[in-house]
């Protein structure tokens, strides 16, 4: 029997429909390419959002056709974002950080019809505007006044664009399982990966990010996203933020410590989410001017590990920092470090381990942690294996590739190494790639690069495995000094030694003037495993 309810499909646009409706009046603020602050609402975003669906059908675009946009956080990349979605179309967000090589061919996979480009990457796009033979026309996401001269095809401002509809259209219908947006993996080792996502993916995943113990935000509060649109969904914030009414702060280019501070401070900010590296940027400038930010509660952190030492500098000032984890093929939320019950009565250091876990999943997502052969192991907080997970926002398979990258259970691969308690909280311990197998047990490479950093004169680490004739693999810890220190093989092992298991100590400390790292910041272990591939351990005869 089946259920008398309405079939009522969760297609986006229906999220910026109720924000214009019953949140028509919160603010969108941007600090815009062109450079002013620029203020705008829910309702304007929509009514300009159906220009752009509108424009995009008087071009011919279809359902199903890839439309590209190439832009930082703005005003008018919300407008586009929903524009291209409720005309059927599929918002392809580039990645404008990957190399100019990734990009062509990205746009190539994807055969993207239309890009919308911001005024910073003009120059970028026209270097390889003849090898995207796809692409009938450009908008620039700017007026007419600050049109530059280009020699990109069709080339138009945004405004005069969108200035030639009235904006008297209706959203196109179709089925919730349709495409919506799409966004590549960065493709460190081999090509990069089209996710695709639904509109009723992205739908259940705002519902799941606007929990509290998730993003946090609700109407009365304010967010800055600090983490792209471009960068899987700014974390589902362009959807979850109109859908509770939550402002919403656009940083537009600039991610500087002293221009994100700004924004924060001057809009009365109490959400924010970026990458590690970002929140460096922001605690270093408010060190050095002895800056606060009263308002600002929640600090979402994810991307890569959130340090210890970061973690503690918002709690000090008030903030609760949350440290989550997560992919692009996840939407991207996995889980996520609230403190329950009765973790929240922690204090002190006890407290900051709970917080510097990955935390737990939100309802709809589903973990489990497996060995090479596939058997489940324990939820004991020790155990570690590889990371999967199952749920409404969790990819089935990539864009044109036809390899099925989902278990008997139907559970993905994410790539990740974790250890799981009992409590659900999840604790990354590395890539699967990058653990070291050494005589059949696994050894993590993060916890000894967490354990070498914490030595005073060392700047970073990285710990490869290489061959070893009896264990197969064992750590080879390489070690970048900071400026003008000196310390030796010895005192580093020496550091590390009774702090780790005997049999996890790298077999050999090697020193490097510089640690390669990835177009996303993490670190190159691909150049490092080649660069010490020959290696030979001072004990491998043993
Ligand atoms: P990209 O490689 O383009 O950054 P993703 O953003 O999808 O692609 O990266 C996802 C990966 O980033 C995860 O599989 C995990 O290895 C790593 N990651 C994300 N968040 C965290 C975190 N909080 N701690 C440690 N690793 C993380």
């Not at 935390?359 to 939820?379: C, H, N, Q, R, S």
């Not at 294996?385 to 199952?390: C, H, P």
Request: hydrophobic share 40%.
């Amino acid at each position: 029997m089946l259920g008398l309810m309405q079939d009522w499909p969760l297609l986006c646009h229906r999220i910026i429909d109720h924000a214009a409706k019953v949140h028509g009046e919160r603010e969108v603020v941007s600090r815009s390419i062109e450079g002013p602050i620029h203020r705008t609402n829910y309702a304007n975003i929509r009514a300009r959002s159906l220009q752009v669906a509108q424009r995009l059908d008087r071009d011919g675009i279809k359902l199903g056709d890839r439309v590209a946009t190439i832009a930082w956080n703005t005003w008018r990349h919300l407008e586009s974002w929903y524009g291209i979605m409720g005309v059927g179309a599929i918002c392809h967000t580039v990645n404008p950080r990957l190399f100019p090589d990734q990009i062509t061919w990205i746009i190539n996979h994807a055969q993207d019809r239309i890009v919308l480009l911001d005024l910073t990457f003009v120059p970028l796009v026209e270097k390889i505007a003849d090898q995207i033979p796809s692409v009938e026309r450009y908008i620039v996401l700017t007026d007419r006044e600050h049109m530059p001269a280009t020699t990109l095809k069709n080339a138009i401002a945004y405004e005069d664009w969108i200035a030639e509809v009235d904006g008297n259209f209706k959203w196109k219908s179709f089925d919730e399982n349709t495409a919506a947006a799409m966004c590549y993996t960065s493709g460190t080792t081999g090509d990069p990966k089209g996710v695709l996502y639904s509109h009723r993916s992205n739908v259940m995943h705002a519902l799941m990010a606007n929990t509290g113990d998730s993003l946090g935000a609700n109407a009365a509060d304010t967010m800055l996203p600090v983490v792209p649109l471009f960068h899987a969904n700014s974390w589902g914030i362009a959807f979850s933020a109109p859908s509770m009414g939550t402002k919403l702060v656009f940083p537009g280019a600039k991610l500087d410590g002293a221009s994100v501070y700004e924004l924060l401070e001057t809009e009365k900010v109490t959400h924010t989410a970026g990458v590690p590296t970002v929140w460096l940027m922001l605690l270093n400038h408010m060190a050095a001017n002895k800056l606060k930010l009263p308002h600002l509660r929640t600090v979402v952190c994810g991307g890569s590990a959130m340090p210890r030492s970061m973690i503690k500098a918002f709690v000090d000032m008030g903030a609760t920092p949350r440290h989550a984890w997560g992919m692009t093929e996840m939407s991207p939320i996995g889980t996520l470090a609230a403190l329950k019950p009765p973790f929240d009565q922690l204090e002190g250091d006890a407290r900051l381990d709970i917080l510097q876990t990955q935390g737990y999943p939100p309802f709809g997502v589903e973990m489990k942690i497996t060995d090479d052969a596939d058997k489940e192991l324990p939820w004991d907080g020790k155990t570690f294996g590889r990371l999967k997970v199952r749920g409404p926002s969790v990819s089935a398979a990539y864009y044109r590739v036809d390899t099925n990258i989902l278990d008997d259970e139907g559970f993905f691969d994410t790539g990740d190494v974790a250890t799981i308690d009992a409590h659900g909280y999840m604790r990354i311990t590395d890539r699967s790639k990058d653990v070291i197998k050494s005589g059949g047990e696994w050894i993590s490479s993060i916890d000894l690069e967490n354990l070498a950093v914490g030595h005073p004169q060392v700047a970073e680490a990285a710990v490869i495995g290489v061959y070893h004739p009896k264990w197969d693999e064992r750590p080879l810890l390489i070690v970048q000094l900071k400026a003008g220190q000196t310390a030796t093989r010895e005192d580093i092992l020496h550091y590390m030694d009774g702090k780790i298991a005997k049999w996890w100590m790298p077999d050999d400390v090697v020193f490097v003037d510089a640690i390669p790292h990835t177009a996303t910041g993490k670190i190159l272990k691909t150049a490092l495993r080649d660069q010490f591939k020959t290696y030979s351990l001072p004990n491998a005869a043993a």
